[in-house]
């Protein structure tokens, strides 16, 4: 799948997100990468930022956080477009949940690990 393509699934994953969370966001940049840091080969997509839940009165005049889908790794996993259209959507509620505070565990619990 071309970087084009991508791009177009994560866009769509975004416009799948209710509109009362997507109010919610606050401060956050969307990338699309073809791959992750050398040190972590796997990683599908990461959130880097101070999540809302840790905001205080200090947060402020601070760059966007980021959220970064990779785009070979997921194609590495998945066998179809269905595949990556799922993985995609995955990944990406994924990500902004941690941009909502919440953790890896409950993630998991939920069908989003």
Known sequence: MSRADF???VSEALDEVPMELAAL???VAIF???EPPGSDPGLLGIYEGIPLT????YYGGVLPDRITIYRNPTL?????VDD???EVNITVVHEIAHH???DDARLHELGYG
């Open 84 to 86: 990556v259209i799922d």
């Open 25 to 27: 966001i606050d401060n």
């Open 54 to 57: 840790e905001r205080g009165h």
């Open 32 to 34: 699309v990468e073809d």
């Open 7 to 9: 791009e177009v699934l």
């Open 100 to 102: 909502f505070g919440i």
């Open 76 to 80: 590495a996993i998945c066998d179809t």
